[in-house]
């Protein structure tokens, strides 16, 4: 900002100073009222690429004289009240200049200017100025220095400059040891040498070290799947170019502009047929591929030299975060890595790159994960008490949201803080990013599940500064969400919440994941829900589909025949008895549900990573959709007035019998997709709304969001997430706007009791819902 106003200060020939402070940036100046008017209109109008102006006044100060437009050095003594700056991939001039010989950069991989580089990984405290970042201990040469202080030059007032001369040291580590001094072209020489030779190599990146290796070479790939315990869950692929990327995938305008933005994601395209990459081994069973362009020079350095596809991939072992300081990627990363290329800049704050992918119709963008480029600023929520509030999320895809001065920071992804590793992670990037802001909570929220590292924190926090405590149940934290992120928390029509997901512990102590909420005058009330169906041996019914099938289908006529040979003579004697005792904890999860079919359909009993099973459905139903589009005509679900309880074994029932009729398995999978979408028009009817949101981690399914808009856009207002992920991760900001508007949810109808007392007659085709309630 500061380099942009003072271009704009000499041009309109007015003499002053700019600042950096920890609450933004005050500009002092003479001129009439008609210039500062002009002047101010021209920097709200046109601000530079990457500004983003929240909030600007303009007043008459007493009558001082200035003799020229400087920039001043920045207070840093007020609390910051400021939104951080994300890193920013490599732009295009950077780019060019990295390439052109005759550049004084050329080849330099740690070139930057005011429009890209390093950011909010490297800051170490606020204002952002080169000494409170990791750019602190590198001196500046003369060259440097003379484009710092030079106004017509794209690096002035850059605070990551730097050259050859002055320049951040790369080093190569092989067998945990040092290499011999090297310099830097013999360095990316060795690296290129390690790829072609189909060996693993990892460099450290933005938000820490990336492991990388030949995308053409399976025996590679392989190897890297065994050193990193990482059996079948997708790699990332990294292209020089988008003309390199388009022989191996598709690609709307949409989703270019995307992959080229600042912040150069890793996004989900769909392959072409192509034999050269190893396909199997990099997304096995899997349509889409997650590609991306280099998002730092260094990267583009190596890309562009190997000039085949790689793959990249966060280097972690297993699923423990992402590592990003030199020791601890020189402790592990010898065992997965052949060679470790290593440089002197820090890295502060850890991150992932960030996941997205776009519905391939209706365009809708799909965030995954969101990390470097994209967090932790979260824009467009009004704070409605004046309490900072921290939320601390739920377990898998963990992040943490705070609020406070009427801004709000949503943290990168964290990972699933399973592991003492990743709960380390999390505390470590609570604590830079509260001491950056200055944050004091003054209430904190968690989930309900007593068993949380995030709500045993928030207890812990709670404790510590003795502020007051809450919880929030899962699904309604999905749905605040949503809502917030749409401004529809003060809408004057009632809405109804569609929110699925894998696991979330309910009011009534029972896994939810199939939800109806509606909204109206700030309160939340559960409508409806898929039947409950045991949940058996807790965590293993999410890792085995087969499982979930068979809980589900333990009534139902017919299943066994497709269920028994799934399993061994003892397990299936085990498991029916488990499920003829009666479990204590039932569930309606549809990740649970979605996980079922794939079973049955025979895509998978055993998942080796998360939303494996889910994934593969979709790709199956996709089969099906891409001949005959996405009206099937039929659904599971009975066109009817009024339900009130949605049966899950019903539905299981109609799809067994379409198997025993021999439907294809294709048409079965878009018949499920399609009847889901049947069933959240039907439950709108009935409760007569025009507006549906949606969120849970079944809306990271493209095919299903498609579906949905555009075969219920004509009669319904719909809302999905934009900024954050549907998943997980948007849980931690869902509580903080639930307490923040102080949500209620305490009028409940208890369903339960309800079905006691009816009797349910099965219609032979259809999943029977009966008439019931209104709402
Ligand atoms: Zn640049
Ligand atoms: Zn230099």
């Known amino acids: 900002m500061r380099p942009f106003v003072v271009q704009l200060a000499l041009h309109f020939k007015l003499n002053g100073w700019i600042n950096n402070t920890t609450d933004g940036v005050h500009i002092e100046f003479n001129g009439t009222e008609y210039q500062a008017n002009q002047f101010l209109d021209r920097i709200i109008s046109a601000p530079p690429p990457f500004a983003l102006i929240r909030k600007y006044t303009l007043f008459k100060t007493d009558n001082k004289l200035f003799d ?22 490599l732009c295009f001039e950077c780019r060019t200049e990295l390439h052109s010989v005759s550049n004084r950069r050329f080849h330099y991989p740690f070139i930057t200017c005011t429009n890209c580089g390093p950011r909010f990984s490297i800051t170490k405290k606020l204002p952002y100025d080169r000494l ?28 990551t400059n730097s050259c050859h001369k002055c320049s951040i040291s790369m080093k190569l580590f092989e067998n945990g040891k040092e290499t ?6 013999m360095i990316l020489e060795i690296i290129q040498q390690f790829l072609k030779e189909g060996k693993i190599v990892s460099v450290k990146g933005v938000g820490g070290y990336v492991l990388l290796c030949d995308a053409t070479i399976s025996s590679s790939i392989q190897l890297l799947r065994k050193r990193k315990q990482r059996q079948a869950k997708p790699f990332a692929l990294l292209f020089h170019s988008v003309e390199q990327m388009k022989t191996f995938v598709e690609w709307s305008e949409s989703e270019k502009k995307c992959l080229q933005s600042s912040v150069a994601p890793i996004l989900l395209l769909k392959s072409k047929k192509n034999s050269e990459l190893a396909i199997d081994d990099i997304a096995p069973g899997l349509s889409h591929l997650g590609c991306m362009l280099p998002n730092s020079p260094l990267l583009e350095l190596i890309a562009e030299s190997f000039n085949k596809p790689l793959i990249c991939t966060s280097a972690n072992i297993s699923e423990s975060p992402i590592l990003f300081r030199d020791i601890d990627a020189l402790t592990h990363l010898h065992h997965i890595a052949d060679i470790i290329l290593s440089h002197n800049r820090e890295i ?11 519905a391939r119709y209706s365009n809708q963008k799909i965030i995954i994960r969101r990390a470097r480029g994209l967090a932790p600023n979260f824009l467009g929520y009004i704070q409605n008490q004046d309490k900072s509030i921290l939320a601390t999320g739920a377990l898998m895809k ?3 949201t705070f609020q406070t001065r009427q801004k709000t920071f949503v943290s990168q992804y964290l990972g699933s803080t399973g592991t003492i590793e990743a709960q380390e992670m999390y505390r470590n990037s609570l604590k830079n990013l509260t001491d950056l802001l200055q944050f004091k909570p003054e209430k904190i929220v968690s989930d309900n599940h007593p068993d949380y590292f995030s709500t045993q924190l928030a207890k812990e926090i709670s404790t510590i500064h003795a502020i007051p405590f809450n919880q929030v149940q899962h699904h309604k934290a999905h749905f605040a969400a949503v809502l917030a992120e749409h401004s529809l928390l003060d809408s004057h029509e009632s809405i109804l919440g569609v929110i699925w997901d894998g696991t979330g512990i309910g009011d009534d102590a029972q896994i939810w994941g199939s939800e109806f909420f509606k909204f109206e ?9 898929f039947d409950y169906f045991p949940q058996v041996l807790y965590d293993k019914m999410s890792r085995e589909p087969r499982l979930s099938a068979m809980a589900i289908c333990d009534d139902v006529l017919g299943s066994d025949t497709l269920l028994k040979e799934k399993f061994t003579d003892v397990e299936w004697s085990y498991y029916k008895k488990l499920l003829g005792t009666g479990t204590k904890i039932n569930c309606c999860s549809l990740g649970r549900v979605f996980d079922a079919v794939a079973s049955l359909l025979g895509l998978s009993d055993k998942q080796s990573y998360e939303g494996e099973a889910a994934m593969l459905l979709q790709d ?6 891409d001949e005959y589009g996405y009206d099937i005509g039929e659904s599971y679900f009975m066109e009817g007035a009024h339900y009130y309880r949605i049966s899950t074994s019903s539905l299981f029932s109609s799809i067994i019998r379409d198997i025993h009729k021999n439907k294809t398995n294709s048409f079965i999978a878009a018949k499920f997709h399609f009847s889901l979408v049947h069933l959240v028009e039907i439950i709108a009817g009935n409760i007569g709304v025009k507006k549906v949101a949606f969120s849970g981690g079944v809306f990271q399914n493209s095919l299903l969001v498609d579906m949905l808009q555009q075969l219920l856009q004509k009669k319904l207002e719909l809302f999905f997430h934009d900024q954050l992920p549907p998943n997980d991760e948007n849980i931690s900001f869902g509580q903080m706007v639930y307490v923040d508007r102080q949500i209620d949810s305490s009028l409940i109808i208890d369903l339960n009791d309800v079905r006691n007392h009816v009797t349910i007659e099965q219609p032979e085709n259809q999943l029977l819902i009966t008439e019931k309630d209104k709402f």
């Open 620 to 625: 199956l139903a996709e089969k099906y959709t």
């Open 132 to 159: 409170n970042t990791s750019m602190k201990n590198f001196s500046i040469c003369d060259t440097c220095s003379h484009e710092y202080s030079t106004v017509s030059d794209r690096r002035f007032y850059s605070q």
């Open 521 to 529: 005058n700030n309160s939340m009330l559960r409508c409806y829900h």
């Open 348 to 358: 502060v704050a850890a991150q992932d790159d960030s996941v997205i992918k776009f």
């Open 398 to 400: 963990s992040s943490f």
């Open 180 to 185: 011999e001094t090297l310099n830097p072209e």
């Open 68 to 89: 020229s437009f400087e920039i001043i050095e920045s207070d840093v003594n007020s609390i910051p009240d400021l939104l951080l700056t994300p890193d920013f991939g």
